[in-house]
């Protein structure tokens, strides 16, 4: 099973930017799908953004498209949520996820970091 560690979580101004990393070890992506996920306080964990490893097809949440952009770096064995325009309504617990198929629930994915906190002040 491959472990995750997200970095790149902050404080950050309305219509700032950060970028969120996700670092695989264990093993390498190879195969998967590698999603971002977001829980806000008192919500539920929500997806966010997926990429598949292998050809890099990627889809978006309604909320993000335009704003957030997820990539990977295969040689770094990485993936990284580039966010701009950040909103208050963005702040939340960015989770990285592993799992076989481009899916948008948390149950479809079976690998999950700690998770990193952004916060979008206004």
């Known amino acids: 099973q491959v472990q995750l560690l997200e970095s790149g979580g902050g404080l950050v101004q309305v219509w700032g930017s950060l970028r969120l990393s996700c670092a695989a070890s264990?093993?390498?992506?190879?195969?998967?799908?590698v999603g971002w996920f977001r829980q806000a306080p008192g919500k539920e964990r929500e997806f966010v953004a997926a990429?598949?490893?292998?050809?890099?097809?990627?889809v978006y949440t309604v909320s993000v498209k335009g704003r957030f952009t997820i990539s990977r770096d295969n040689a770094k064995n990485m993936v990284y949520l580039q966010m701009n325009s950040l909103k208050p309504e963005d702040t939340a617990v960015y989770y990285c996820?592993?799992?076989?198929?481009?899916?948008?629930?948390?149950?479809?994915?079976?690998?999950w970091g700690q998770g990193t906190q952004v916060t979008v002040s206004s």
């Open positions: 996820a592993a799992g076989p198929r481009v899916v948008t629930t948390p149950q479809g994915f079976s690998s």
């Open positions: 264990g093993r390498t992506f190879s195969s998967d799908v």
């Open positions: 990429i598949r490893w292998s050809n890099g097809y990627s």
